[in-house]
């Protein structure tokens, strides 16, 4: 009997890890795949560059901070230029964040 509610305790145990670990996984990814990301510049510095959507401030964009491994990566991008970004997955944290992984600047 004792072993029984052993087991069920367990099971339902890992029942609720993996439950949790599927909400905090949805609450805070807004794209659950890898992807590209087409944006303007609007900010550079380190490691990381901002970017959205549209450079014109009064049309609402969503902004997302992407994170390079290396420096080098982005060393040729400017502020003010249309990009294409393949990046990790999105995360809704504010600010919005992710890990690009290349640059490529659209002409």
Excluded at 25 to 50: A, C, N, P, W
């Amino acid at each position: 009997m004792k072993k029984d509610f052993n087991i069920i305790l367990i099971l339902l145990s890992i029942v609720v890890v993996v439950l949790t670990a599927i909400s905090i996984k949805k609450f805070f990814l807004i794209d659950d795949s890898s992807g590209t990301y087409e944006g303007y510049v609007i900010e550079k510095q380190g490691m990381r560059i901002i970017a959205r959507e549209t450079l014109l401030e009064e049309e609402k964009s969503t902004e997302i901070h992407f994170m390079f491994s290396n420096e080098n990566i982005i060393q040729d991008i400017k502020v003010g230029q249309k990009v294409s970004i393949t990046h990790g997955d999105i995360v809704s944290t504010e600010p919005t964040t992710a890990h690009g992984d290349t640059i490529t600047i659209i002409e």
